[in-house]
């Protein structure tokens, strides 16, 4: 096996092939020895270094009578399966001698102590040449290799007819649960052959006593081995039936076949694996392996492999995805980490999936990430505002009105007595505190990988530097006043930045602007190169032109701009100037440079515009029509530095339901009832209605301090409704669907629906042929039985007959 399920590979090995790769750390291995080591055979066929000793028979007195023995050997090995004439020469071998020489010949033990059915079994024999070797040693087929491996093994190992595997399970059934010396039973090897997928009726007949539950040295079961490799459902549902806890075992590095069937999820049969892995137990979704990482981790590995051209792989995952978010997983930060783990072609599948929506929502608006995001917004704004306005003041300081040289004041003449720097350091110390926390809990849940590839915290480490610098710099006076306005303008310019990326987050309209511009960005790439070329080529042209020109060499003391008389630099800021609209025709009085002007005006101006706004407006249609999925994207990344977060500050504590468990829930709801009684029936001079009155003008006033208490608490004294209109989106407004869009709905649904229906009945097409094949195969044993039976009843009635016929001729 795989180094990396703890099996070294077996030198000499080179059967790995047989067992293919799947699923980055799921991948199994096997050690097959299809050339394993076998002594090599001499030009003459005789085998070099020991074959009389290998014979079972004792020295042999005659070479050629050794030879002929063992070529029965060397017959099986060199016999292959692409070649059926091969085997003609193992037939003739087996007719042309008498059974003791057969029965010799068949046990003839050779390196690593196989005999010739294993070999032949190794190279996937015909049915009459497995029969015949059983009838010239009967007791081969019990006989373990070097590893512990049956002729049994072999064939499962190396994908051999069912036939030849029922002939084997036959003569020697104790050898369906044997195991080798790493714990696999045949049925392990027959799952993991990947050239053939094992049948239904292959898995009845090996698992049939016992093997389905056998576990090998790692702790796999054959489930394991059919979830990794693939296996049809029905083949799954033998070794599922009855057995469920099969489905929850785990192996020595805690994993469950659902991870292993994710891990794979690119196969064709791994949709209908996982679905019959989650209708049969839906809580396998959440079981996390022994490196906390939960099976959706799997699918993001194998998803992270799969190229733009593995077209039916990615749909393959997809739909196992799918499967994986219906099962409705616990909202868990590993869980929110596996779904930013995945590719984005994946990832946008998941992130408008109902379910993920919900839980994002409900994650949004529970208390802990309430409380970041409102002081997040509180110190965003006011340190961004506040570092304005005291870099203002101390530039003011630092460059002062009249000649005095800014390089020669002193740090007690450049500093500010503001006592509003103070803000800059609070707000500075939140995110130091809350960007600490966040490491914190990635590395507890060994996730902090995640943290250092992800760009969004390089600024935001970078924003409360920034603050700190610019605060100490500002009450010290420290530092050269020129370098000291280049970083105010850079972390004024951070810091708007950062207060954006903030809210992307919270609002869709600012999430798709945001990601429509950088959108744009990227597709104006190759159009801003051409822009540059051509305002590179007017500028020269036009500088190379007015160069010797009567405006520039005349003498000007009236100081006129003379826009192309300078050096390159300023034509071409010029050029970019006209490109903008700043166009002073004036200054082309030459008739080629009239021509040449308007070349650029055409070119440069109407053309280039054009293209711009084609390529901005159709880029902007596109990531519109992405909107949702941009929006939830972002609120993916934001709710999983949250969680991640109140995951550590709750102590792996449950933070409660809004909807369920906060006591002012019913509160809220009681005093918003108030307003919806009608009172308009009840007379204005009784006691009822100035009560009514009453009641609301105090409710009037206790809201707003409600809310006010709430911000200042930061969202943990609000009641649940608050939090979820805030921050709760739903998709669209169902008053705003025309009905166009209303029959499209209703016809998915519809199809979804129909989709459920088939699945249904491909549930119950899967079960009644399983069942089907487990009554044909006991209907084969009980043939098999009956012809026993028959046969012994057979002969002890010759036998009967033919003792009464000996009494009947000794009277």
């Given at each position: ?92 071998w ?8 057969a ?37 081969s ?66 698992s049939s006593t ?181 870099a ?89 006043s ?12 951070l ?28 597709k ?16 020269q ?15 000007n ?38 021509v040449?002007?308007a070349a ?10 054009q ?18 999925i ?11 530095e ?36 009608d ?11 100035w ?12 809201v ?45 649904e ?8 088939q ?46 016929l ?6």
């Amino acid at each position: 096996m795989n180094d990396r399920l703890g099996y070294p590979p077996m030198s000499g090995g080179a059967g790995d092939a047989s067992m293919g790769a799947y699923g980055d750390e799921l991948t199994l291995g096997s050690e097959l020895p299809s050339n394993m080591g076998h002594t090599p055979a001499s030009p003459s066929g005789v085998v070099v270094g020991g074959g009389a000793a290998s014979t079972g028979s004792g020295p042999s007195r005659d070479v050629d009578y050794l030879r002929d023995i063992t070529a029965l050997r060397l017959l099986c090995e060199r016999a292959t399966p692409t070649d059926p004439t091969s085997w003609e020469a193992v037939r003739s071998w087996l007719n042309a001698h008498s059974a003791d020489e057969a029965r010799r010949g068949a046990e003839n033990v050779g390196d690593f102590n196989t005999t010739p059915l294993h070999l032949a079994c190794r190279n996937r024999p015909p049915t009459d040449v497995v029969d015949q070797l059983l009838s010239a040693s009967p007791d081969s087929v019990g006989w373990e290799d070097s590893v512990g491996w049956l002729p049994l093994h072999y064939a499962c190992a190396n994908g051999a007819s069912e036939g030849v595997l029922r002939m084997l399970a036959g003569a020697y059934p104790d050898g369906k649960t044997a195991i080798d010396r790493r714990g696999r039973t045949p049925l392990h090897f027959a799952l993991g052959y990947t050239d053939r997928l094992a049948t239904p009726e292959t898995v009845v007949l090996l698992s049939s006593t016992g093997a389905g539950q056998c576990a090998d040295e790692n702790g796999m079961l054959p489930l394991h081995y059919a979830c990794a490799y693939g296996a049809s459902e029905e083949a799954l549902r033998i070794l599922t039936d009855g057995h469920v806890d099969s489905i929850t075992a785990c192996d020595r590095r805690g994993r469950t076949p659902l991870h292993f069937a994710l891990g794979n999820a690119d196969r064709p049969f791994s949709p209908a694996v996982v679905r019959l892995l989650l209708t049969q137990y839906p809580s396998a979704v959440d079981v996390i392996d022994n490196d906390a990482s939960l099976p959706l981790r799997s699918l993001a590995n194998r998803a992270n492999t799969l190229k733009e051209s593995q077209t039916k792989e990615r749909v393959n995952a997809g739909k196992c995805l799918m499967l994986y978010i219906d099962a409705e997983p616990r909202p868990t930060a590993d869980f929110l980490t596996a779904l930013q783990a995945l590719p984005d072609w994946l990832g946008d599948s998941a992130v408008v999936h109902p379910v993920v929506q919900k839980l994002l929502n409900d994650k949004i608006s529970q208390k802990i990430p309430t409380f970041m995001v409102v002081y997040d917004f509180f110190f965003l704004l006011i340190v961004t505002v506040v570092y304005y306005f005291l870099a203002v003041a101390a530039i003011k300081k630092r460059f002062p009105s009249g000649d005095i040289d800014p390089q020669n004041l002193q740090p007690s003449e450049k500093k500010i007595d503001e006592n509003y720097v103070v803000v800059l350091y609070v707000g500075a110390f939140w995110f130091m505190v809350r960007e600490a926390l966040q490491m914190y809990s990635l590395i507890s849940l060994r996730m902090f990988k995640t943290w250092m590839y992800d760009i969004k915290n390089v600024v935001d480490v970078s924003f409360f530097l920034l603050s700190i610098v610019g605060g100490a710099l500002m009450q010290t006076g420290l530092g050269d006043s020129y370098s000291f306005r280049i970083l105010a303008a850079l972390t004024i310019f951070l810091m708007w930045v950062q207060f954006l990326s903030f809210l992307r987050s919270i609002f869709i309209n600012i999430s798709v602007f945001l990601k429509s511009f950088m959108y744009v960005l990227k597709k104006l790439a190759s159009f801003m190169i051409a822009v540059i070329m051509i305002l590179i080529m007017f500028a020269q042209a036009f500088h190379t032109l007015f160069l010797t020109s009567e405006v520039c060499t005349s003498s000007n003391d009236s100081g006129d701009f003379r826009p192309f008389c300078g050096n390159f630099g300023q034509s071409f800021i010029t050029v970019y100037t006209m490109l903008l609209g700043e166009v002073d025709d004036d200054n082309f009085k030459h008739p080629f440079q009239l021509v040449l002007f308007a070349a650029f005006m055409f070119f440069a101006v109407v053309l280039l515009a054009q293209v711009l706004i084609a390529i901005v407006t159709d880029s902007y249609g596109v990531i519109s029509e992405k909107a949702t999925i941009v929006f939830w994207s972002n609120r993916l990344d934001f709710v999983a530095e949250m969680d991640a977060i109140a995951a550590l500050v709750c102590k792996g504590n449950d933070q409660g339901d809004p909807a369920s468990s906060d006591r002012s829930l019913q509160m809220w709801k009681k005093l918003m009832d108030l307003f919806e009684d009608d009172i308009s029936e009840i007379p204005m001079l009784s006691a009822e209605f100035w009560c009514y009155i009453f009641i609301r003008l105090i409710v009037c006033v206790i809201v707003p301090l409600w809310l006010l208490v709430g911000a200042v608490t930061g969202g943990i004294l609000w009641p649940p409704q608050i939090r979820a209109m805030i921050f709760v989106f739903s998709r669209r407004d169902p008053s705003e669907i025309n009905d166009a869009e209303q029959r499209t709905k209703e016809l998915n649904e519809f199809k979804a629906l129909m989709k459920d229906h088939q699945d249904d009945l491909n549930s119950e097409l899967a079960t009644n042929k399983a069942d089907l094949v487990s009554m044909k195969t006991q209907l084969v044993d009980i043939k098999s039985d009956v012809a026993t039976q028959l046969s012994e009843i057979k002969q002890i009635t010759t036998e009967v007959y033919e003792l009464q016929l000996q009494l009947t001729l000794d009277s």
